[in-house]
T-cell receptor
Framework: SQKIEQNSEALNIQEGKTATLTCNYT??????LQWYRQDPGRGPVFLLL?????KEKRKERLKVTFDTTLKQSLFHITASQPADSATYLC?????????????FGKGTKLSVKP | AAGVIQSPRHLIKEKRETATLKCYPI?????VYWYQQGPGQDPQFLIS???????DKGSIPDRFSAQQFSDYHSELNMSSLELGDSALYFCASSTRSQNEKLFFGSGTQLSVL
């Protein structure tokens, strides 16, 4: 079965620095991969989707890369701010499942210190 | 903009009781998904509905059932509650045509005592 590993449970960085989060998956390469942000006690919020034929995608201070050879996605937040502090989840469609049947990584809890 | 609305926000039940969680999707969204997130865990897919029909099923216990109504709202019914059912239950919605992107509600925190 497909598994997702997000290498760091927690990441602490200084304000203004770039945060880099890693997501690795184990088996089949998905057609696309997603990143969500989750604040404590709240539902995940969609951030970015990157397809298998896209190397990189950007949205404001966010950048996602997707390397199907390495079976890895990197998520970058540039010029990080304390408001970026949250848990970031990587997700992809479950094998044999319909769209929306997602499996999530356990997340990386990012703390941005002023 | 309107978001996914879930009720209640918090629910406390005793073992072996039943619980009903409600979800109101974003207007014009026709697909609803239910997820369960245990403490410190990642969200787990339970079940989804499209146009009132079950479209996919995940790790939903037989004690749980769900349905989607004609106004597209959905209810998750949980019976014979167990301590292990204590979790945050999320509903998400999407349109069929753009179902790669899910919009999640704020969840219902269920505590089984």
């Amino acid at each position: 079965s497909q598994k997702i590993e997000q290498n760091s449970e927690a990441l602490n960085i200084q304000e203004g620095k770039t945060a880099t989060l890693t997501c690795n998956y184990t088996n089949y390469s998905p057609a696309y991969l997603q990143w969500y942000r989750q604040d404590p006690g709240r539902g995940p919020v969609f951030l970015l989707l990157i397809r298998e034929n896209e190397k990189e995608k950007r949205k404001e201070r966010l950048k996602v890369t997707f390397d199907t050879t390495l079976k890895q996605s990197l998520f970058h937040i540039t010029a990080s701010q304390p408001a970026d502090s949250a848990t970031y989840l990587c997700a992809l469609v479950n094998y044999g499942g319909s769209q929306g049947n997602l499996i999530f990584g356990k997340g990386t809890k990012l703390s941005v210190k002023p | 903009a309107a978001g996914v609305i879930q009720s209640p926000r918090h629910l406390i039940k005793e073992k072996r009781e039943t619980a009903t969680l409600k979800c109101y999707p974003i207007p014009r969204h026709d697909t609803v998904y239910w997820y369960q997130q245990g403490p410190g865990q990642d969200p787990q897919f339970l079940i989804s509905f499209y146009e009132k029909m079950q479209s996919d099923k995940g790790s939903i216990p037989d004690r749980f059932s769900a349905q989607q109504f004609s106004d597209y709202h959905s209810e998750l019914n949980m019976s014979s509650l167990e301590l292990g059912d204590s979790a945050l239950y999320f509903c998400a919605s999407s349109t069929r045509s753009q179902n790669e992107k899910l919009f999640f509600g704020s969840g219902t925190q269920l505590s089984v005592l």
